[in-house]
């Protein structure tokens, strides 16, 4: 995996809870790496796991939540790292069905011996898209925690509905994917709010 999903990795503990918490993370985890993290570096996948798992259990979290919880931090700053690319992809289904077939073909040219996932998407009559991920690395937690991220960064609700799941022996993982407006917060009406009527 390359070196930038591991600087994010240290950024989200490091924003999160701190230096010394990724510190103590860090010295936790049997890692094949022993010089620091560069963007542009490739380093075995084990020790991205290794450090998502002892992340995972300084949390109290189970190691899928905390990928999730990554992923959704990762979605803003991998957008923000291609602007020229991303710039006139407005929606979250823009980006979604340009992320194989120009996002990370984009990748594997900025980052030699970058190995990103293969998706495959499209629109379903009703508006819905079916997405179909395959990764030997079988990351779908973190996979939904940027669709979490994707529908911050584009204000709207992704509703995620899952049908395959590579940890359950398909040889990938299948979803619906229900984007929307997110509902504008109603105020209740306040007690002043009918003032002056009589
Ligand atoms: C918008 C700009 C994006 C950039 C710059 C980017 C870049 C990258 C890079 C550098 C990697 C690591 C690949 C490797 O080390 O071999 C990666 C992995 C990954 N990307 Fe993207 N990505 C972007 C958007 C997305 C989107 C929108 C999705 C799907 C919603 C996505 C899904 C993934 C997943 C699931 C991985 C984990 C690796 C795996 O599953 O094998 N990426 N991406």
């Given at each position: 995996?390359?070196?930038?999903v591991?600087?994010?990795?240290?950024?989200?503990?490091c924003?999160?809870w701190g230096?010394?918490?990724?510190?103590?993370i860090?010295?936790?985890?049997p890692?094949?790496?022993?010089?620091?993290?560069?963007g542009?570096?490739?380093?075995?996948?084990?020790d991205?796991?290794?450090?998502?798992?002892?992340?995972?259990?300084?949390?109290?979290?189970?190691?899928?939540?905390?990928?999730?919880a990554?992923?959704?931090?990762?979605?803003?700053?991998?957008?923000?790292?291609?602007?020229?690319?991303?710039?006139d992809m407005?929606?979250?289904?823009?980006?979604?069905?340009a992320?194989?077939?120009?996002?990370?073909v984009?990748v594997r040219k900025?980052?030699?011996?970058?190995?990103?996932p293969?998706?495959?998407?499209?629109?379903?009559?009703d508006r819905?898209?079916?997405?179909?991920?395959?990764?030997?690395?079988?990351?779908?937690?973190f996979?939904?925690?940027?669709?979490?991220?994707?529908?911050?960064h584009?204000?709207?609700?992704?509703?995620?509905?899952?049908?395959?799941?590579?940890h359950?022996?398909?040889?990938h993982?299948a979803?619906?994917?229900?984007?929307?407006?997110?509902?504008v917060?109603?105020?209740?009406?306040?007690a002043?709010?009918?003032?002056?009527?009589?």
């Amino acid at each position: 995996m390359k070196g930038i999903v591991f600087n994010l990795l240290e950024s989200f503990v490091c924003e999160g809870w701190g230096e010394d918490v990724y510190e103590e993370i860090l010295d936790r985890c049997p890692l094949h790496t022993q010089e620091p993290f560069v963007g542009p570096g490739t380093y075995p996948d084990a020790d991205l796991v290794s450090i998502a798992s002892a992340t995972a259990k300084h949390l109290g979290l189970s190691l899928p939540d905390a990928l999730r919880a990554f992923g959704a931090y990762c979605l803003p700053h991998l957008v923000g790292s291609v602007p020229d690319l991303v710039g006139d992809m407005d929606t979250p289904e823009k980006l979604l069905l340009a992320v194989d077939g120009v996002i990370h073909v984009e990748v594997r040219k900025l980052f030699p011996k970058a190995h990103p996932p293969q998706f495959a998407v499209r629109i379903n009559p009703d508006r819905t898209l079916h997405l179909e991920y395959r990764s030997e690395r079988k990351l779908c937690a973190f996979l939904e925690g940027l669709f979490d991220g994707l529908g911050d960064h584009f204000d709207r609700d992704i509703r995620a509905e899952k049908h395959a799941c590579m940890h359950d022996g398909s040889d990938h993982c299948a979803y619906t994917l229900q984007v929307s407006a997110r509902a504008v917060e109603s105020k209740a009406p306040t007690a002043s709010a009918g003032a002056g009527l009589g």
